[in-house]
Structure formats: C-alpha cells, structure tokens
C-alpha cells in the first residue's frame, strides 16, 4: 500500500456519491448510497488487513501543502484505524434503516449521510490541527440537517440545541489552537503530541479543548441536548450519532488534552472523575423513570461514556484501553439497542414503553437480538460490554477504588434500567392488538442485525483482536501521561502529579519522575 491515498480515497468515494445523490431519484440514491457505504467498508477492511501492527506508529501518510500555515496531511495510528472501521461499519446499516422509513427528499438525505461518514473518518484521519478543526466542526451540518428536516414533531428546538451547544465549545477550542500553533511553530498533530507546552499555560489550553470535548462525549451537565437529539432524530440519525460522533470527544481527549497537556490533565482528574461519577449514577437513576425508549437508551448513552472519561484520565493502560473498548463496544451496542427500536417503530409508531409487551410470542427473533444487545448493554461475559467495563474499572481501580465503587454501582444500575425495558417490551401479556399484530424480522432487518450481533459476539470472544492494533499506541501514550500519573487515593489532588510526588513503578520501586523535555 506504499503511496496508494487509500485514507483519500475512503474520504472520496462518499463525498462523491453525496452529490451523485443529490441529482438522482429516490429508488436510485437509495442504491448508490448503499453502494457507496459499501465500499468505504471493503477499503476500511483493506486498510485494516494492511494495517502493519508493530510498525511505524502513523501510516498510511499523505501530505499535501496548500497554503502557509496550512496542510491536507492524513495518517492514522491504531486507536485512529479502529473508529475508523467502527465508522465504516455502521454506515451501511444506517443506509438501510432508512431504505422504507424515508421517503421525503430522499437524494437529500442520503447525501447528508455520506457527507457525515466523509467528515467523521476526516475527523479520525487528520494529522493537521486545522484539517481537524474544519472535519470536526463541518460534521455538524449534516448531522443538524438529518435531526431538524428528518426528525419528529420537536426536530427545529432539538435541531438547535444540538448545533448551539456543540458550536459554543468549539470556538474556544479553535483559539486554544491559534495560541498552541504560534507556541509551537507547527500545526502537525503527531508534533504536537510530543511538544512541552508552558505549564503555567497548559490549564487554560486543556479547558478550552475540554469545552468542546465535553459538550460531544457528552459529560454531565452539559448533556441535555442528547436525549432531545436522540428522541427527535430518525432511526439511521440516533444509530450514528450514539454509534461514532459521541466517540469524537473521547478520541478528542485522547489525541490532544492528555498528551499534550499532560500536567493539567492529571491537575484536573479529580473533576473529570467527580463529573464522570456523578454522570454515571444520575443518569442511571433518570433512565430508570423513562417511558420513551429512546430516552433511556439515550441516558444509557450518558452512563457508559462517563466510564470512558473516568478510565482516560485513570493515567495507566488498562483505563486507557477499557475506555477504547467500551467506545467501541458502545458504537456497536447503543447502535443496535437504537435499531432494535427503529424496527418495532416503524410497525407501531411509538416509542412509548406501555404501548408494548409479549413480543417474544409474535416477533421471538426480534426478542433474541433484542436481548443479545441487552445483555451487552448490561455487560454480560461474553459480550462486548463485558471486556471494556472490566478494563476501565480495573484502571480506575489502580487510582481510587471509591470511584472504582461508584462506577460499579453504575453498572449495577444499568442492569436495572436494562433489564426493566427488556421485560416490559418483549415479556408479559399482549395487551395491545397492534403490538400482538406486528410481524417478525424481515430479510432487510435481520442483514442489519446479524453483522451487529456478530461483532458484539467477537469483541467479547475475542478481545484481542481489537486490543492489538492500538497496544502499542496506548504504550506510547502511557509513557507520556508518565511524568504527571496520580498514584493513588492519598495523591489525587489537584497540583499533585507525579513530578511532584514521586511514581511508583510497575515493580514496585520507587524512582524520581522524569523531567520534562523542555524547561519553561
């Protein structure tokens, strides 16, 4: 694959079947969406199979200069290829849940999708602070779009709750980036990562990253525009927004606010975690009163991503490769759990939990995959939610095991709520005639939950097929968190990094910490 722009070429295709779409018919964009979604997969899987594990840390480079201070620059490392390939992967599915529940505009909508999947691998593909400002930013559109044209009765208030709060932080990430790159004399990511910025200056830059990076996880309590989104976008809407663009701010903090603001980043843990703990057991508690299933689902969505706040900012690897895990396991899971009630939607036109009940007598295939994702949802052995709960708690162990304890109630919760909508939906008596009346999976439902199952199945099976691609740069990124890494209970304080208290390594040792690389 030397030379070949394979990561342009995964940006191209849809970009290109966006306006292909936009002067076709409905049966035909249809089609040459699909197609092209299809595609992008089959690269994403060539990208993957030549993905070489051990090599180089950024491959698959391109690097175009276009003007001064500016440069079209791609590459990825694993951690880059594996929300790279979740992408990918989501995408056609979503084409396909809305291949009957779409028929207004419909070249207009499937061009906004494509138009998202080319931002978003954008997003995880930029090696160039600006490329990535205008990928992260630009991938709003689409999305405001999908939400106020496609969505439900409040889509115009949920719209733009949606575009106001994302756009708000972001302004002050762009100026944080206007400083860092007259700082460091580059707008090169990879550069970046490895430059010593100003303590003293470091606080201020990691709060205007951690603005935008919060409002997109989203962290509590600036996660209200989420439920609204969820409830009011279509079915394709909520399955890629919970699926691969919540995953944007943990990507954010894991590609900018830990490596290079290591120092604040460890002075502010304490109120990631304080955020992150109280996320997990309000939003828990507020899922376990919904009647609206997508609701739920969606304060499920704020529950889980508190996790991976709590195992990034844990400073060791196992909190940094359970919180990559859980983001992937929950692109696959809260994507599935959206489509599951995307299907009976579309039969019933409600989301209202009461309205339904004994599905497992008329629609018992839909009940199986339905209590596949349930249970990944819940963190069963054997799924994919197990393997990343279990990582990140153990990380956050390491640090402080009453966060470690709240987070476990969380998990105990999410079980509650879980298995609360499983019961309601798909046990007890058939009260509705219509419900009793809605037919099972057809051919189209059951190609989109077979590859989802699939991949629930193989990441809980098989978790290291999954963690080996981004070992080595979770490595590199523990060794850089090393100078600042909390080292317990006693020492989790803000302005108590490891330089100024001493590590204690893997061997039990104690050793000074290491000076930074360049003094200030």
């Known amino acids: 694959m030397t030379g070949f722009p394979i990561l342009t070429l995964l940006l191209a295709v849809p970009l290109l079947a966006a306006l292909g779409c936009l002067l076709a018919g409905a049966q035909t964009a249809r089609r040459l969406a699909l197609a092209a979604?299809?595609?992008?997969?089959?690269?994403?899987?060539?990208?993957?199979?030549?993905?070489?594990?051990?090599?180089?840390?950024w491959q698959f480079t391109e690097n175009v200069a276009l003007f001064a201070g500016f440069s079209y620059k791609l590459g990825i490392d694993g951690i880059a290829l594996l929300l790279i390939m979740l992408s990918v992967f989501l995408m056609p599915i979503c084409i396909g849940?809305?291949?009957?529940?779409?028929?207004?505009?419909?070249?207009?909508?499937?061009?906004?999708f494509l138009l998202m999947e080319t931002l978003m691998i954008g997003v995880f593909a930029a090696q160039d602070l600006f490329l990535f400002y205008i990928m992260f930013e630009a991938g709003l559109i689409p999305m405001y779009l999908i939400i106020g044209v496609w969505g439900g009765a409040d889509r115009i208030y949920a719209s733009y709750k949606f575009f106001l709060y994302t756009l708000l932080g972001s302004v002050l990430?762009?100026?944080?980036?206007?400083?860092?790159?007259?700082?460091?004399g580059t707008t090169d990511i990879p550069t970046l990562m490895a430059y010593d910025f100003p303590v003293g200056a470091q606080k201020w830059l990691w709060l205007a990253f951690f603005a935008s990076f919060a409002v997109k996880m989203p962290m509590w309590p600036?996660?209200?525009?989420?439920?609204?989104?969820?409830?009011?976008?279509?079915?394709?809407?909520?399955?890629?927004?919970?699926?691969?663009?919540?995953?944007?701010?943990?990507?954010?903090f894991i590609r900018f606010s830990l490596p290079m603001f290591p120092e604040a980043s460890a002075q502010f843990a304490p109120l990631i975690f304080a955020l992150s703990m109280i996320a997990v057991i309000a939003t828990s508690l507020?899922?376990?009163?919904?009647?609206?299933?997508?609701?739920?689902?969606?304060?499920?969505?704020?529950?889980?991503?508190?996790?991976?706040?709590?195992?990034l900012f844990a400073f060791n690897v196992q909190g940094l490769e359970g919180s990559m895990i859980v983001m992937l396991s929950h692109g696959l899971v809260s994507g599935a759990l959206f489509l599951?009630?995307?299907?009976?939607?579309?039969?019933?036109?409600?989301?209202?939990i009461n309205r339904y009940g004994g599905l497992a007598i008329s629609m018992p295939r839909y009940a199986l995959f339905f209590m596949l994702f349930t249970m990944a949802s819940v963190g069963l052995p054997g799924t994919s939610g197990f393997v990343g709960e279990v990582l990140a708690?153990?990380?956050?162990?390491?640090?402080?095991?009453?966060?470690?304890?709240?987070?476990?109630?969380?998990?105990?919760?999410?079980?509650?709520?879980?298995?609360?909508?499983?019961?309601?939906?798909?046990?007890?008596?058939?009260?509705?005639?219509?419900?009793?009346?809605?037919?099972?999976?057809?051919l189209r439902e059951w190609l989109m939950m077979v590859p989802l199952a699939g991949a629930v199945l193989w990441m809980g099976i098989y978790p290291e097929s999954f963690l080996r691609p981004m070992r080595q740069d979770i490595a590199a990124l523990d060794a850089r968190l090393s100078r600042a890494r909390p080292t317990g209970d006693a020492t989790l304080t803000p302005g108590k990094p490891q330089s100024a208290v001493r590590a204690v390594t893997e061997t039990?040792?104690?050793?000074?910490?290491?000076?930074?690389?360049r003094a200030h």
């Open 37 to 57: 979604t299809l595609i992008d997969f089959a690269l994403g899987v060539v990208l993957w199979s030549r993905y070489d594990i051990g090599g180089a840390q």
């Open 97 to 112: 849940a809305s291949w009957r529940s779409i028929d207004k505009r419909v070249g207009e909508y499937m061009a906004a």
């Open 173 to 184: 990430m762009l100026i944080a980036m206007m400083w860092m790159v007259n700082d460091a």
């Open 222 to 252: 600036v996660h209200t525009w989420l439920p609204d989104a969820h409830v009011q976008a279509p079915t394709a809407g909520s399955v890629i927004l919970a699926g691969v663009l919540l995953k944007m701010g943990g990507y954010g």
């Open 286 to 311: 507020i899922a376990l009163v919904q009647h609206d299933m997508k609701k739920l689902i969606a304060y499920s969505s704020v529950a889980h991503m508190a996790i991976v706040t709590i195992g």
């Open 340 to 352: 599951a009630v995307g299907v009976i939607y579309d039969r019933l036109h409600t989301r209202e």
């Open 393 to 442: 708690l153990t990380g956050v162990y390491q640090v402080s095991s009453w966060v470690a304890a709240v987070c476990g109630m969380g998990v105990i919760l999410g079980a509650a709520y879980m298995l609360y909508l499983y019961r309601r939906v798909v046990f007890g008596i058939q009260a509705n005639p219509d419900a009793a009346a809605m037919t099972d999976l057809d």
């Open 508 to 517: 039990g040792h104690e050793q000074p910490a290491s000076a930074p690389m």
